[in-house]
T-cell receptor, first 117, second 110 residues
Framework: KAGVTQTPRYLIKTRGQQVTLSCSPI?????VSWYQQTPGQGLQFLFE???????NKGNFPGRFSGRQFSNSRSEMNVSTLELGDSALYLC????????????????FGPGTRLTVL | GNSVTQMEGPVTLSEEAFLTINCTYT??????LFWYVQYPGEGLQLLLK?????DKGSNKGFEATYRKETTSFHLEKGSVQVSDSAVYFC?????????FGKGTKLSVIP
């Protein structure tokens, strides 16, 4: 079974631009979560989508947004990029929403490395 | 809110040495606890998990026991290998989200 895929793997943007990252979950998985990983802050939860609805959101500004399509694929958008947005953005998929401990094992993709210049 | 504290390292060990990475947590309720591993250039992989107090998770020679009384979930391995070199993350999950520790980088030298 194919794993979680993320595109692109690497991205370089300049301040003020916007960027869209894509995540394709494992087949049959309906929950997609996004995380930002930086050396200073570690892994921080951005948001979770389940069945096309945002189920939960972390403590990030409104410049960070996302959506999920009917096939469970998800996109994350960051507008008006800042230098501090440089990070590895990880996507994870699971069958059920987070919190259902019996079934919520999350499978992570390889990440998109975003560099903002 | 929930939080996870783990020793930040880096940790450098010789092959076949004993490994302990400490992890403590703060949470309301009864979270599930996890250890994830991230190999260079890759995403996170679930290493082991425990869903209730006194559960022991184990995988690939790694073990961790859910200790509710000390709110801890320390990772141990009796004999590390060079291939275990990676970053290890302790995490907890409650009804809302997965919360991670800052990660511990482990380097194992031959």
């Amino acid at each position: 079974k194919a794993g979680v895929t993320q595109t692109p793997r690497y991205l370089i943007k300049t301040r003020g631009q916007q960027v869209t990252l894509s995540c394709s979950p494992i087949s049959g998985h309906r929950s997609v979560s996004w995380y930002q990983q930086t050396p200073g802050q570690g892994l921080q939860f951005l948001f979770e989508y389940f069945s096309e609805t945002q189920r939960n959101k972390g403590n990030f500004p409104g410049r960070f947004s996302g959506r999920q399509f009917s096939n469970s694929r998800s996109e994350m958008n960051v507008s008006t990029l800042e230098l501090g947005d440089s990070a590895l953005y990880l996507c994870a998929s699971s069958r059920a929403p987070q919190g259902l401990t019996l079934y919520n094992e999350q499978f992570f993709g390889p990440g998109t490395r975003l560099t903002v210049l | 809110g929930n939080s996870v504290t783990q020793m930040e390292g880096p940790v450098t060990l010789s092959e076949e040495a004993f490994l302990t990475i400490n992890c403590t947590y703060t949470a309301t309720g009864y979270p599930s606890l996890f250890w994830y591993v991230q190999y260079p250039g890759e995403g996170l992989q679930l290493l082991l998990k425990a869903t209730k107090a006194d559960d022991k998770g184990s995988n690939k020679g790694f073990e961790a026991t859910y200790r509710k009384e000390t709110t801890s979930f320390h990772l141990e391995k009796g004999s590390v290998q060079v291939s275990d070199s990676a970053v290890y993350f302790c995490a907890l999950s409650d009804a809302d989200q997965l919360t991670f520790g800052k990660g511990t980088k482990l380097s194992v030298i031959p």
